[in-house]
């Protein structure tokens, strides 16, 4: 099993950037896709990122395609998101998630994810 751990969620004005880390321990994820989701309050868990692992392909959500960035750092185990040019619509509480291997396909639904770390606060001031 692997862990997941996101930090670096907090406060944010308009236009500014946070880089989010999700630590993961138990398993290396160089052979994990992982992603990114995002929970709004009163709104359903939404996709952000999904990263294939070995170096595939990664897909962004039209709402962060070119603000966003996913990125893993092998030596700590760890992915990044890095936000850029935040809105108030990204607001949200942030999530972390992996599956060993590869996707089955929807790489954009929560039920293709194995793991799940505890999520970051992010809110982003107009």
């Known amino acids: 099993q692997v862990q997941l751990v996101e930090s670096g969620g907090g406060l944010v004005q308009t236009g500014g950037s946070l880089r989010l880390s999700c630590a993961a321990s138990?398993?290396?994820?160089?052979?994990?896709?992982m992603g990114w989701f995002r929970q709004a309050p009163g709104k359903e868990r939404e996709f952000v990122v999904a990263?294939?692992?070995?170096?595939?392909?990664?897909y962004y959500a039209d709402s962060v395609k070119g603000r966003f960035f996913i990125f893993r750092d092998a030596g700590k185990n760890t992915v990044f998101l890095q936000m850029n040019s935040l809105k108030p619509e990204d607001t949200a509480a942030y999530y972390c998630?992996?599956?060993?291997?590869?996707?089955?396909?929807?790489?954009?639904?929560?039920?293709?994810?194995?793991?799940w770390g505890q999520g970051t606060q992010v809110t982003v001031s107009s």
């Open positions: 990263d294939r692992w070995g170096g595939g392909m990664t």
């Open positions: 998630a992996a599956r060993y291997g590869d996707f089955r396909g929807s790489y954009y639904k929560e039920g293709e994810y194995e793991y």
């Open positions: 138990g398993r290396t994820i160089s052979t994990y896709a």
